[in-house]
T-cell receptor, first 115, second 111 residues
């Protein structure tokens, strides 16, 4: 059973470009979470999705950021018109049920560098 | 919700010694988890403790939870160089389905 997969592992973008990060949850998991980690800091929640639904996006910046988890295919975190402050590691996690009942399984992360 | 705080921020010990790190949170929780992160890598789940539990063991790991003080501790016994990593606590503080992470403790175990 493969773990949570994220790609790309490293992504370099110039200011103003778009960044698209992908996450495939563990098999059988229908809940996906995105977190951002700035250098030397802990992870901060961004968004929680179930298939085709955004459940909680309270940690997502209001502009330029969007997330989806379509019926088929991976979850996508999209950052439009990237700025240097978007440089961070973005982690995806999945769980078989909603949090409150167990752990979340994390992917290896995508490290975004904005030049 | 605010992130929890962990202390110490950094800890350096000799192999074979025990390492203790602490975590505090601000509101009620259902459970609290500890994760390890090696430099530049993803997070590995270590242990989960529920709000009605006071202590839990897993191998060389011992976690305690004091809900009256809103704090938890992680003890690693007989540390090894391979334990060198950052350790984070994470809770479902504030309810819902998101984890609120602490600021992390960087542990270095020297030979």
């Amino acid at each position: 059973n493969a773990g949570v997969m994220q790609n790309p592992r490293h992504l370099v973008r110039r200011r103003g470009q778009e960044a698209r990060l992908r996450c495939s949850p563990m098999k059988g998991h229908s809940h996906v979470y995105w977190y951002r980690q700035l250098p030397e800091e802990g992870l901060k929640f961004m968004v929680y999705l179930q298939k085709e639904n955004i459940i909680d996006e309270s940690g997502m910046p209001k502009e330029r950021f969007s997330a989806e988890f379509p019926k088929e295919g991976p979850s996508i975190l999209r950052i439009q018109q990237v700025v240097r402050g978007d440089s961070a590691a973005y982690f995806c996690a999945s769980s078989p049920v909603g949090q409150g009942s167990g752990e979340q399984f994390f992917g290896p992360g995508t490290r975004l560098t904005v030049l | 919700s605010q992130q929890g705080e962990e202390d110490p921020q950094a800890l350096s010990i000799q192999e074979g010694e025990n390492a203790t790190m602490n975590c505090s949170y601000k509101t009620s929780i259902n459970n609290l988890q500890w994760y390890r992160q090696n430099s530049g890598r993803g997070l590995v789940h270590l242990i989960l403790i529920r709000s009605n539990e006071r202590e839990k063991h897993s191998g060389r790991l011992r976690v305690t939870l004091d809900t009256s003080k809103k704090s938890s501790s992680l003890l690693i016994t007989a540390s090894r160089a391979a334990d060198t990593a950052s350790y984070f606590c994470a809770s479902d503080e504030g309810g819902g389905n998101k984890l609120t992470f602490g600021t992390g403790t960087q542990l270095k175990v020297e030979l």
